[in-house]
T-cell receptor
């Protein structure tokens, strides 16, 4: 698998339910970031979690990071129709490497 | 809230023509990036730029590509002779400091809305 792979690739849930998306990566990281992309639009930064953190909250978002398993999850609680988008994890730079490496994304559809 | 702005939002160009994609990063940021996303594919890193020079570039960023920060505010990506396979969404991003190892914690990268480049 490649650095930054999300699963599932696509997820459809009813409005009000919680959505969980997972991300796995291969190399050591300094931080992991989650982004949202509405269809054909730009990338919106959601949350950054550092390698020494295990969990982070921001509003309805909860991100976990397990560096021993090289995985992260993004939980969106009480989903809304406006949450319909693609969600990407991106592993942050480490040891001088500045670029973000993006995953393949999870396409989330919230059914009203 | 400060944001990264990109112009144009959509550009159509003929194969072989030169294009310049423009970005205005967030004003106090120091590190600048270009990424691209071919339709339906991953976002891919192209180049990073700091202190008026390229700090890293990917294999995609060949001699046809160049970046410039001509006036201290704009950050441009030039493609000298476009190919059909250059058709993609191009994103500019900026950070006030990059994340690196050795104890530094990294910072969020803020992305622009993108320029959709269509080469015909």
């Amino acid at each position: 698998s490649q650095q930054g792979e999300e699963d599932p690739q696509a997820l459809s849930i009813q409005e009000g339910e919680n959505a969980t998306m997972n991300c796995s990566y291969k190399t050591s990281i300094n931080n992991l970031q989650w982004y949202r992309q509405n269809s054909g639009r730009g990338l919106v930064h959601l949350i950054l979690i550092r390698s020494n953190e295990r969990e982070k909250h921001s509003g309805r978002l909860r991100v976990t990071l397990d560096t021993s398993k090289k995985s992260s999850s993004l939980l969106i609680t009480a989903s809304r129709a406006a949450d319909t988008a693609s969600y990407f994890c991106a592993t942050g730079p480490n040891f001088g490497n500045e670029k973000l490496t993006f995953g393949t994304g999870t396409r989330l559809t919230i059914i009203p | 809230e400060p944001e990264v702005t990109q112009t144009p939002s959509h550009q159509v160009t003929q194969m072989g023509q030169e294009v310049i994609l423009r970005c205005v990063p967030i004003s106090n940021h120091l590190y600048f990036y270009w990424y691209r996303q071919i339709l339906g594919q991953k976002v891919e890193f192209l180049v990073s730029f700091y202190n008026n020079e390229i700090s890293e570039k990917s294999e995609i960023f060949d001699d046809q590509f160049s970046v410039e920060r001509p006036d201290g505010s704009n950050f441009t990506l030039k493609i000298r002779s476009t190919k059909l396979e250059d058709s993609a969404m191009y994103f500019c991003a900026s950070e006030w400091q990059p994340g690196q190892g050795l104890g530094k914690n990294g910072a969020e990268a803020f992305f622009g809305q993108g320029t959709r480049l269509t080469v015909v």
